[in-house]
């Protein structure tokens, strides 16, 4: 019985060695980032939508929907708001903006240890005075909330004093 325990305590560490051996070498070449998502964008004014995977989360979608998070108020000067918004989300950890246009913001976030890539997509509606939000993490089947709560991250940041740039002089 010994032997076999020794056995199986090896294979345990040659299967821990492996693993530390991929996240090390794997994460810097970007074998977890997956490939950007050709579907990017406002069609028709909207964000696109997910599939059925836990993985993602939108201010466009039903209420009952379970990936719905709620959109972004941008209140009373829309403009003001977007360039907190693109400033919030510069300050990110491991963000990096792809797109930034009048209007849409796309950013790529890169998870420390692993490299995971999620794409988050942001438009603006001035009309309803809100900013629509789409993110979703572009490999596996979980993100474990990540998106949810890096949205929720930017709300907070948004909605605290100081956070929005200051109104232009009169």
Do not use: C
């Amino acid at each position: 019985m010994a032997g076999r325990a020794r056995r199986v305590l090896a294979a345990l560490g040659v299967l821990a060695a492996t693993a530390g051996l991929a996240v090390a070498i794997g994460a810097p070449l970007g074998l977890f980032s997956g490939s950007r998502p050709a579907d990017l964008g406002l069609v028709g004014g909207k964000l696109r939508g997910g599939d059925g995977r836990p993985n993602w989360v939108s201010s466009q979608v039903p209420p009952a929907d379970a990936h719905r998070v709620e959109p972004l108020p941008a209140g009373g000067d829309p403009g003001l708001a977007w360039q907190a918004l693109e400033a919030a989300v510069r300050a990110e950890p491991g963000a990096r903006v792809i797109t930034a246009a009048p209007g849409y913001l796309h950013a790529e976030f890169a998870s420390k240890v692993m490299g995971f890539v999620d794409d988050e997509e942001f438009a603006l509606d001035r009309e309803a005075g809100l900013i629509h939000v789409r993110a979703g993490a572009r490999l596996g089947i979980r993100d474990f909330g990540v998106n949810r709560d890096r949205i929720e991250r930017l709300r907070f940041r948004l909605s605290a004093p100081g956070t929005a740039p200051a109104a232009p002089a009169r």
